[in-house]
């Protein structure tokens, strides 16, 4: 049976001080929940401050993003063996708004060469999934299509040259030590959400995609659904047959709104 994950994105919210009262207020919510494997992704700033307030307790930390060298002339990067030293277990990669391809792009970001600098390439998450798994940090790595791409009936195409480029040179021991999160472009942060029934079927694809490469090591992936997750919706997502969890986003920002999302997911996989 694979152990649900339900990991908070803050992406660029919430400063020490903000991240150390959400988890004053969060930890006792979930208390009492079992089965499920809980990450919480704060700004690189928090991540120290949420370590600490960690300490003891079943729920992860993870960053939001790693370059893949150890150490060097990398401004304004943060390497795996840094992540590792401050309590991190999991890094999310790949994610949409890093590789460049925004939901909801902001003007300031239409500019191609500002893009560029946001951007990540097939290759560049490829080179972080093996820095992650090399310093025994978990990778969520993030897949999905824009609306241009769904529209076109390219969902299938793009989703498998994603993991493709992701998981390339990966073996099936390694693989069974990463996670997956399908994030459509067009759901994150506009408020639509993907039908269960066809997120599930993307998900089944995903496995089903990763199972031609790896074998049966693929029913040992965790697959999670990202995209304008409620409490109000977690459950009908949760309780389908290809999704394990959710990676959650703006939900993810208020202790109680976070706690409901777990206990709900939880409950889904009991």
Not at 150 to 157: E, H, I, K, M, V
Request: with cysteine; charged share 20%.
């Amino acid at each position: 049976m694979r152990i649900p994950v339900v990991a908070a994105n803050w992406k660029m919210h919430k400063t020490v001080s903000e991240a150390c009262a959400f988890v004053d207020t969060f930890l006792p919510l979930v208390r009492d929940v079992t089965d499920c494997t809980v990450v919480l992704c704060p700004p690189f700033t928090a991540l120290h401050a949420v370590s600490q307030k960690l300490r003891g307790t079943s729920v992860a930390l993870g960053a939001q993003n790693l370059f893949w060298r150890e150490q060097g002339a990398f401004t304004g990067e943060i390497s795996p063996l840094m992540l590792r030293d401050v309590g991190c277990t999991f890094v999310i990669v790949g994610h949409s708004e890093r590789r460049g391809r925004f939901g909801k792009p902001e003007p300031e970001l239409e500019d191609p060469q500002l893009r560029s600098v946001f951007g990540e390439t097939d290759t560049s998450v490829n080179r972080k999934v093996h820095a992650a798994l090399a310093h025994d940090l978990t990778p969520v790595v993030c897949v999905g299509e824009t609306l241009v791409e769904r529209t076109a009936g390219q969902t299938d195409s793009v989703i498998a040259a994603q993991l493709r480029g992701a998981l390339a040179s990966l073996n099936a021991a390694q693989i069974t030590r990463v996670v997956i999160a399908y994030e459509p472009v067009w759901a994150i942060g506009t408020g639509k959400v993907c039908d269960a029934s066809e997120a599930n079927r993307v998900c089944g694809l995903i496995r089903h995609l990763i199972g031609e490469q790896f074998g049966d090591a693929a029913q040992q992936v965790r697959i999670l659904y990202g995209g304008s997750i409620t409490p109000d919706n977690i459950a009908e997502l949760a309780v389908q047959e290809h999704i394990d969890g959710g990676l959650v986003g703006g939900a993810s920002l208020k202790p109680d709104s976070f706690a409901a999302i777990v206990k709900a997911a939880a409950a889904a996989k009991a």
